[in-house]
């Protein structure tokens, strides 16, 4: 908490969250008293977790799948709260990685905005840790032309360089800010 306080105090106002939970514990208090705060889900999303998510995201970037927009669309009807919302495509299509593949996106965006009245404002991507990322980058925008989106989500503290070079509209460096996320540790 010390660090999200000093990233405050030096002005810093977006912010990424990996799991709502954990987002909760960091903001559902101070969420009131920094009134131009944007919130970002960057991690997995689960259905049961949907009407939180609404209800603390500004931004939720990773929706992949039509039960995902099924419940964000009943949560969003109901509670009023708009937050913006982007695709996630596995453009590795990494099997242990959440997305849509690259060539499934086109249907479900249309989906998102047809079936379920949904505002899909851009896609966002992870590309392969073993991979150069500038060609995951450039599939990602191509695509993003392609569909009419605006934003794009692309780059880390590692990469974001070239993200930006490939039309990166939004990039995730919390690593360079606050240091490696704790992990548990897992048995071998």
Not at 40 to 56: D, F
Not at 81 to 99: C, D, I, M, S, W
Not at 140 to 156: I, K
Not at 173 to 184: I, K
Request: aromatic share 4%; hydrophobic share 45%; glycine share 8%.
């Amino acid at each position: 908490m010390q660090a999200l306080s000093e990233a405050l105090a030096a002005g810093q106002r977006v912010f990424g969250e990996n799991r709502v939970q954990e987002a909760w514990q960091h903001w559902g208090d101070l969420r009131a008293d920094v009134p131009d705060l944007e919130l970002r889900l960057i991690g997995p999303l689960q259905t049961n977790k949907a009407a939180e998510a609404v209800a603390l995201f500004d931004v939720i970037e990773t929706l992949d799948r039509e039960k995902m927009a099924a419940a964000l669309a009943r949560e969003i009807d109901r509670q009023g709260r708009h937050p913006r919302l982007l695709v996630q495509v596995n453009t590795g299509a990494e099997p242990q990685k959440a997305g849509i593949l690259p060539d499934e996106a086109e249907a479900l965006v249309e989906r998102m905005r047809e079936t379920h009245g949904l505002r899909v404002e851009g896609l966002m991507a992870i590309p392969p840790v073993d991979e150069d990322p500038g060609p995951h980058f450039d599939r990602l925008a191509s695509l993003a032309r392609q569909l009419g989106l605006s934003v794009l989500s692309m780059g880390m503290s590692g990469d974001f360089e070239a993200a930006i070079a490939a039309g990166s509209t939004h990039v995730r460096v919390g690593s360079a800010l606050f240091g490696e996320r704790n992990r548990p540790h897992m048995p071998s």
